[in-house]
């Protein structure tokens, strides 16, 4: 494996727009997509597997050791393009884009086969994660970071695949270093699919470090306190 170039000081590889990074990741959630819902008969599939694998050892010939995040210990926006939920080179990532208002944090998503439990309806671990990052999201936009002490998740309603649902997330209280956020996973006539609550702590490791420096430690995660 040959040693990867050092990043920029934005945490891209010299040269790599941001758009490429995007629109490549994008490409390679649509192949897992077909892969999960082809109908190919043997032969195509063996080809298919061959260019595969081809792809994957260009790749792998050069890329970083461990994690995204561990290798772009910048933070910020290009910090979190690892993250399983919002990353933007993750293509295990829906990703969700979050809008933000004063106490509100929300976003909308289609999501599709990929995240299946029950026959044509959102597993509910991936509700959980989502919730769980939502309530996080919210937690930092209000300057309140903090890592994951406590997630509850109510599942009120199935929620249905391939169609528009909102995930949004309001503060409930503050107390110190505590933050309790609560959302809700809902239709486009908004019916409550699921509604979490989250307590959010900010870690011991991090009380003596500026807003900036937490941010870019920020995992969402952790039950550290």
């Not at 970071?145 to 209280?173: C, F, H, M, Q």
């Amino acid at each position: 494996m040959s040693s990867s170039p050092t990043p920029g000081t934005d945490g891209h590889a010299p040269g790599v727009p941001t758009e490429l990074y995007s629109s490549f990741t994008n490409s390679v959630r649509e192949l897992a997509d077909a892969t999960l819902r082809s109908n190919a008969d043997a032969e195509t599939l063996a080809r298919a597997e061959a260019l595969v694998r081809e792809v994957t050892a260009t790749l792998t010939a050069d890329q970083i050791p461990g994690t995204h995040g561990e290798s772009c210990p910048q933070g910020g926006l290009v910090g979190s393009w690892g993250n399983t939920v919002v990353g933007l080179r993750n293509p295990v990532a829906i990703p969700l884009v979050f809008a933000y208002e004063t106490d509100r944090v929300w976003a909308e998503f289609t999501p599709g086969a990929l995240f299946e439990g029950p026959p044509g309806h959102m597993h509910g671990g991936v509700i959980a994660m989502f919730l769980d990052q939502v309530l996080g999201e919210l937690a930092v936009h209000l300057n309140r970071p903090g890592l994951t002490a406590n997630l509850s998740v109510d599942y009120l309603k199935p929620t249905k695949l391939n169609t528009v649902l909102r995930i949004e997330a309001w503060v409930e209280r503050t107390e110190g270093f505590k933050t309790w956020t609560t959302g809700t996973v809902s239709t486009a006539d908004g019916t409550v699919c699921a509604k979490g609550t989250g307590l959010f702590i900010l870690p011991r490791f991090l009380r003596e470090k500026s807003l900036a420096e937490i941010t870019e430690a920020q995992q969402h995660d952790a039950t550290t306190s």
